[in-house]
């Protein structure tokens, strides 16, 4: 009688799980999607803050469910409350993607809104984390070792991006340096937005990868064929 009860205690969790994950592998580029439409305020102008503020919480609710795995782990659960509270600055930061558009000239609304990229940042930076540890709990050798290899590159990728990042504002902030680099820096500015944008889409197409396959791990482990 305990044996199941354990077991449907632990396929519930399982079942959370990979609601969780399904979850963040759609709510991730939602969310990209939709902020980047929120700051122009093109399609998005009428709802006002309401896609920002759903396709930022949409990730907080895959991890709240994945929060039901295996609470016992504490560094299962400290990856979880990093990225969790790197979400929920996020989820409070997003209605000045709005007011941004609204009021551009605002320099308190601008300096929310680079916060909140950084903050964007460390979310993807924390949920590599997450990924890495679920892996090691899981009972799959291969997926280990791929969560363990990519969630490391992601990281890696992520703090590469905020350095270009933190290079790229000071090149085009300090006009000592545009004269002294001359003809570079037109190419730097140029070139410079699309080296940012490829640094941060590769590792979040990783990330995705990452959380699909973790998925469709825990799906075969539940309704896979039986030995």
């Not at 892996?135 to 799959?140: I, Q, V």
Request: hydrophobic fraction near 55%; charged fraction near 15%.
């Amino acid at each position: 009688m305990v044996d199941s009860d354990s077991n449907a205690v632990l396929l519930r969790s399982l079942g959370r799980l990979a609601r969780g994950l399904s979850a963040l592998f759609w709510g991730l580029p939602v969310a990209l999607i939709v902020c980047a439409e929120t700051v122009r305020a093109g399609w998005l102008q009428p709802p006002g803050l309401l896609p920002a503020l759903f396709a930022t919480g949409l990730p907080l609710y895959g991890l709240w469910q994945m929060g039901h795995f295996q609470r016992q782990e504490r560094p299962w659960r400290r990856a979880l409350d990093g990225a969790t509270l790197a979400g929920l600055v996020n989820f409070g930061l997003c209605p000045f993607l709005y007011w941004h558009n609204k009021m551009p000239g605002q320099p308190f609304f601008s300096a929310a809104v680079a916060g909140l990229l950084i903050t964007s940042v460390i979310f993807l930076f924390n949920l590599n984390v997450v990924l890495k540890q679920l892996g090691a709990m899981l009972p799959d050798e291969t997926l280990r070792q791929e969560t363990r290899l990519f969630s490391a590159l992601n990281r890696w990728l992520l703090v590469l991006l905020l350095l270009c990042a933190t290079l790229y504002v000071a090149l085009a902030n300090d006009p000592r340096l545009t004269g002294i680099l001359g003809d570079l820096f037109v190419w730097v500015h140029r070139l410079g937005f699309w080296i940012l944008i490829l640094f941060a889409l590769l590792p979040l197409a990783m990330t995705l990868a990452l959380i699909w396959k973790t998925k469709e791990v825990i799906l075969d482990s539940v309704f896979g064929p039986r030995q």
